[in-house]
Structures are given as C-alpha cells and as structure tokens.
C-alpha cells in the first residue's frame, strides 16, 4: 500500500491466547480503557500448528462486546477458506501463512479475495521462512507478520535474529514508500518490544505481557517505546 510508513503510529495488538477465561468481562474493559487499538487471534487447526484455537464464533463474540480493530491471524491448512469464515463474523484484518499456500499467485489471489470483501489482508511468515519472495510484492498487502517464536503456543522465548527480516523489509517499505504494516508476534515484552520496534516493527502482538501483567500499564509500557 503506498503511503509513508514513518506517519504509521505504534500499534499494539494484544493476543486473547493469553486472557483469562474466567475474566473475560473486566479484562475487555481494560482493554477498551487502555491505549491498545487491536485485537489479535490466533486462529489454529490444529493440523498446521500442534494446537487448537478459536472458531469464527468466538470473534463474532467479541466483535459486539468491544469496538476493536479484529486482527486476525490464520495458522491453518486451508487459509482460503477459514479466511471467508472469518470475515463473515467480522474480522477487519485477515493474515495467512506464505507457508500454506501452494505459491506467490496463490497469495495474491487470497489478497484479492480479502480486499473484494472490503478488508485488509496480511501475510506470516515462520522464524526460518525466507522473505525475499515477498518482496516484489509488498504494496499488494497491508500487513506483513513476522513470526519471532515458532508459532503454535504462546509464552515462548522471542528469537532475535528474525530483526534481520525486519531491517530487510522495513528497507524495502522505506525505498518504495509504503504505508504496508509490519507486525511481529511472539515473545513480545518491554526489552524485546524496543528491539522489534528500532529494526522497523509499527505493529506488535503481545500476549503473556500484557494479559499476565496490568492490561493498562502493559499496553502504555509498550506504546511508549516508539517516543
């Protein structure tokens, strides 16, 4: 997406992986009191990843309990569908794995499914996945994810070397003066945070640091990093 990325502001997007279940009402409450603009789900089948998450009913869920920006992340094996899914019950922003696709035509295509339907698309790539393939393409999507912890399980250890990915695509997005977002996701916390957003980051996932600490001070601790 054209655009200058340096007029982007510091995005957090707190992962409900890490909300307590059995306080649900009064962490929203939080969450809509606190600085933080997204809402982060990590939606796992299971087949993709070893783990299980979220349904579209879930989302549609909180859709109508807060007014936040549905940032949705699919780890799954078939993104094309689980995508359509998805953005019926809501979701303002659907990301898929380069890995699950069968190539680069197919990912745009997806890009396009998800823009005729009036929404943002993103793609994800794992620690170890190459981005260079991606770059020709980046003014086709509005976000790029990357992974910085295996993805399946929260409350991993951030793996620092994926910042060489970071400093490449945020070069990249620099030279050809795009808006595209550039999100990280995985061990994300006031150290680690600096570190994602000094290589290039505008858009960071938390979710152990912020649902296992203040929602309010997490969310501020964070945000601060960009000033």
């Not at 003014?139 to 993805?151: A, H, N, Y």
Request: hydrophobic content about 40%; aromatic content about 8%.
């Amino acid at each position: 997406m054209k655009g200058d990325h340096s007029m982007n502001p510091l995005i957090i997007s707190p992962s409900i992986l890490s909300m307590d279940y059995a306080h649900v009402n009064e962490q929203l409450k939080e969450l809509q009191e606190s600085g933080a603009k997204w809402l982060h789900f990590d939606v796992m089948d299971g087949h993709f990843v070893p783990n299980l998450t979220f349904g579209p009913d879930i989302l549609s869920g909180f859709r109508k309990a807060v007014d936040l920006f549905m940032d949705v992340h699919l780890m799954v094996e078939h993104p094309k569908q689980v995508a359509q899914w998805f953005l019926s019950a809501g979701a303002d922003l659907i990301t898929f794995h380069i890995e699950a696709m069968k190539d680069m035509e197919d990912c745009l295509a997806l890009c396009d499914d998800i823009h005729a339907f009036g929404k943002q698309a993103g793609i994800s790539v794992k620690p170890h996945t190459d981005v260079k393939p991606l770059l020709p393409y980046l003014d086709r999507f509005d976000l790029v994810l990357i992974m910085s912890v295996e993805p399946g399980f929260g409350g991993q250890s951030f793996m620092e070397d994926v910042l060489t990915k970071v400093k490449l695509l945020r070069k990249e997005m620099d030279k050809k003066q795009l808006s595209t977002r550039l999100q990280i996701d995985g061990g994300i916390h006031e150290t680690t945070g600096k570190l994602a957003v000094e290589a290039g980051c505008d858009t960071l996932v938390a979710g152990s640091y912020v649902f296992k600490n203040g929602i309010k001070d997490a969310v501020e601790t964070l945000l601060c990093l960009k000033k």
